[in-house]
């Protein structure tokens, strides 16, 4: 798995209450933004969840080979299975889920076994994140924008509601491609806002260059 933009943007973005203290990270890949919240919290507690056997194995091994291995934990298992298995809440739930529905065919059959939402529909994904997330918790996910009404539904029939929206453009010319999204138990006026990242091809915009300063040498 490589290490997208999407990963990045939502690890950096998601806010961190100072009392966090559980974390699950869903379809996890290479551990990207469990690492970073490993990173930017004192969270003892960041459990990954990967289906993937080589996608596991290799969000293991960063784990191991950074320096907060001892909080960060990986699960090969599907969320159906481990939502099935654990007692445990978490005070935030994360996920960059699958979302490419049309492109099966052209990608390699274990990224695409990580990006198609067949593997895990965003239904499957809220159901269970409300089941595992702590009454005072929030849960995060990156989708793309023309899904945003339909995410929003299927989370408001799971009791979540929107805290923080960010809407996000590649470039400042272009439509929107993704939606940030912080949800709650709580109802209440989410914080709407609007991001680019770049202002022209590798020329990158101040609110972007601020949002990822920490993750990128």
């Known amino acids: 798995m490589k290490v997208g933009t999407d990963g990045v943007l939502l690890g950096a973005w998601v806010k961190i209450n100072k009392d966090l203290d559980s974390v699950l990270d869903i379809g996890t890949g290479t551990g990207l933004i469990a690492l970073q919240l490993a990173q930017r919290s004192v ?10 056997a080589n996608a596991f194995e290799q969000a293991v091994e960063n784990f191991e080979n ?5 909080r960060l934990f ?15 809440t978490y005070d935030l739930v994360i996920s960059n889920p699958p979302f490419y529905d049309n492109s099966f065919k052209e ?20 159901f269970h994140t409300s089941k595992l ?3 005072k918790g ?41 939606t940030l999204i912080q949800l709650s138990f709580s109802k209440m006026p989410p914080k709407i806002k609007e991001m680019a990242i770049e202002i022209e091809r590798h ?11 920490d993750f990128y040498l």
């Open 66 to 70: 950074s320096q907060w291995g001892d």
């Open 107 to 126: 990608l390699e059959h274990k990224r695409a076994l990580a990006r198609h939402t067949k593997s895990l529909t965003f239904e499957e994904l809220l």
């Open 74 to 88: 990986c699960y090969h298992a599907s969320l159906d299975e481990f939502a099935n298995e654990i007692d445990d």
């Open 203 to 213: 020329i990158y915009t101040e609110d972007y260059k601020n949002l990822v300063l």
């Open 138 to 178: 929030t849960c995060a996910f990156i989708i793309p924008y023309n899904e945003e009404m339909k995410f929003l539904e299927l989370a408001s029939g799971n009791n979540l509601f929107p805290q923080r929206i960010t809407r996000v453009k590649g470039n400042i010319q272009t439509n929107f491609k993704r």
């Open 133 to 135: 997330l702590s009454e």
């Open 43 to 52: 969270c003892q507690t960041i459990d990954a969840l990967e289906i993937e």
